[in-house]
């Protein structure tokens, strides 16, 4: 009923398996809103998370390139990276 998950600062929707992952965990927290940030995103916005609130992780694939030891060639490879988020209903002062 709250929407599709997005980041607060960016306003763009999470995708792929996040979609799941946060809309279950406001479901199940009973959040009512559909924007998330990290702890460094409600700090810039002029705003804290609230006391004993547990964030939760989003993740992605970030394109990096390596080089081969025995060609010398760069080679495209995928690095999963994650962040934790929180619900803008567990922050506080966040505009």
Known sequence: AVGHPK???TGK????????LLAFTAWAQG??????MTYQQANQR????????????VIFWKPHEIIDKETGEKKP???L????V??????????
Not at 31 to 36: F, K, M, Q
Not at 90 to 95: A, I, L, R, S, T
């Open 31 to 36: 959040y009512d809103s559909a924007y998330w």
């Open 46 to 57: 002029g705003g804290r998370i609230k006391r004993g609130e547990k964030s939760s992780m």
């Open 13 to 20: 929707p999470y995708r792929g398996v996040n979609v799941f």
């Open 86 to 95: 929180f619900n803008a209903n567990q922050c506080e002062g966040v505009e």
């Open 81 to 84: 990276r994650y962040y934790n």
């Open 7 to 9: 980041n607060l600062t």
């Open 77 to 79: 490879i995928s690095v």
